[in-house]
């Protein structure tokens, strides 16, 4: 290694010499030297055995799975003509593939999507959001004998013309409570009380290991079924698709309808809100995101804080004049 870079420093006597500016003789020298332990290096007979084995090269205390999270804010905005042009255009990757069950007995091409498998996840996980679904779902194909007796749940979307829906929007309520201020404040205060002793009394639940087929609409419920890891077993989000959107720049609409579609349990876009003359702001003010949830959408933001503070030193030595010929401020 040390020959290699002494090489660099004799075979480059003229640059060092040169009538150029310090930074361009570092740049330079910094590529020559990156190349010539380049060119030298060697993989060793183990490291070699290890990739044709597929052994992973590195260790980590945590397991990653992507999320693609621009196709769920996709599918969201298929539901609403006015969010359709909020956030950038994008096209939600779908990959297909052979399904063997079918009714003829011939195998048929199914799309495949991870958008798909959260809108049709069994009615057992109902209230999962997606940032929870990419985190904790174990999706795996059924045996032979499993496909046989396999009864895909059937979806019943709610009905907004329904009868007792009606009858209930028309109807004044005699006992409606109003609520002062003070009066909100001491009710909210019992409500959160109720809550904590409920939470000491009551052991957390566990998730049932128990697999549970998909909704009858999606493409393989019939041959693939699905479950929810425990905690310890979960994954951590790999958010690609682009950086997510910031909550103080932007499109703040973008910002809260994305936001919403990660943490909010939907199968439409249509669940999200009541009605298109409803902002999406007002929609996450309104709603009652978990302590652990506002917890990570503030670590979202953390990346971008880093950048700013980064760019707003850089900004502050180009002001003051420094740094100009080091290499290290370039």
């Known amino acids: 290694m040390f020959q290699s870079v002494q090489k660099v420093f004799e075979r480059n006597t003229e640059l060092l010499c040169s009538d150029k500016s310090r930074a361009d003789k570092a740049r330079s020298m910094m590529t020559k030297m990156v190349n010539?332990?380049?060119?030298?290096?060697e993989i060793g007979g183990p490291m070699a055995a290890m990739y044709l084995l597929k052994h992973p090269d590195h260790y980590t205390g945590h397991k990653f799975r992507a999320c693609y999270w621009r196709g769920y804010v996709l599918e969201v905005m298929r539901s609403w003509d006015d969010s359709k042009n909020i956030a950038e255009d994008g096209k939600a990757t779908v990959v297909v593939a052979l399904d063997e069950?079918?009714?003829?007995?011939?195998?048929?091409?199914?799309?495949?999507s991870p958008v798909l498998d959260y809108m049709w996840r069994p009615a057992e996980y109902e209230d999962v959001c997606v940032y929870d679904w990419i985190r904790l779902n174990h999706k795996k194909p059924m045996s032979a004998s499993r496909r046989k007796h396999a009864k895909p749940q059937k979806y019943?979307?709610?009905?907004?013309?329904?009868?007792?829906?009606?009858?209930?929007?028309?109807?004044?309520s005699e006992d409606e409570l109003l609520l002062t201020t003070k009066a909100a404040e001491i009710f909210e205060k019992e409500v959160v009380e109720a809550e904590i002793i409920q939470a000491k009394v009551s052991p957390p639940a566990k998730r049932s290991p128990k697999y549970h087929t998909f909704m009858a609409n999606h493409p393989q419920a019939?041959?693939?079924?699905?479950?929810?890891?425990?905690?310890?077993?979960?994954?951590?989000p790999n958010f690609?698709?682009?950086?997510?959107?910031?909550?103080?720049?932007?499109?703040?609409?973008?910002?809260?309808?994305?936001?919403?579609?990660?943490?909010?349990?939907?199968?439409?876009?249509?669940?999200?809100?009541?009605?298109?003359?409803?902002?999406?702001?007002?929609?996450?003010d309104a709603?009652?995101?978990?302590?652990?949830?506002?917890?990570?959408?503030?670590?979202?933001?953390?990346?971008?804080?880093?950048?700013?503070?980064r760019d707003d030193y850089s900004a502050m030595r180009r002001q003051a004049g420094k740094g100009g010929d080091n290499p290290l401020y370039m």
């Open 36 to 41: 010539s332990l380049t060119a030298a290096s």
């Open 101 to 112: 069950q079918s009714n003829n007995g011939r195998k048929r091409i199914v799309p495949i």
């Open 156 to 172: 019943i979307a709610p009905d907004d013309d329904s009868e007792f829906e009606n009858d209930y929007a028309e109807e004044e």
């Open 222 to 236: 019939t041959t693939h079924e699905v479950r929810m890891m425990e905690e310890l077993e979960g994954f951590v």
């Open 240 to 284: 690609i698709g682009g950086p997510l959107p910031r909550k103080d720049a932007g499109s703040r609409e973008e910002y809260c309808m994305t936001m919403l579609t990660l943490f909010k349990p939907w199968r439409s876009g249509k669940d999200l809100r009541v009605n298109k003359d409803t902002m999406w702001n007002d929609v996450f």
């Open 287 to 309: 709603h009652s995101f978990s302590e652990r949830q506002t917890e990570i959408m503030k670590f979202f933001h953390i990346k971008y804080e880093c950048n700013d503070a």
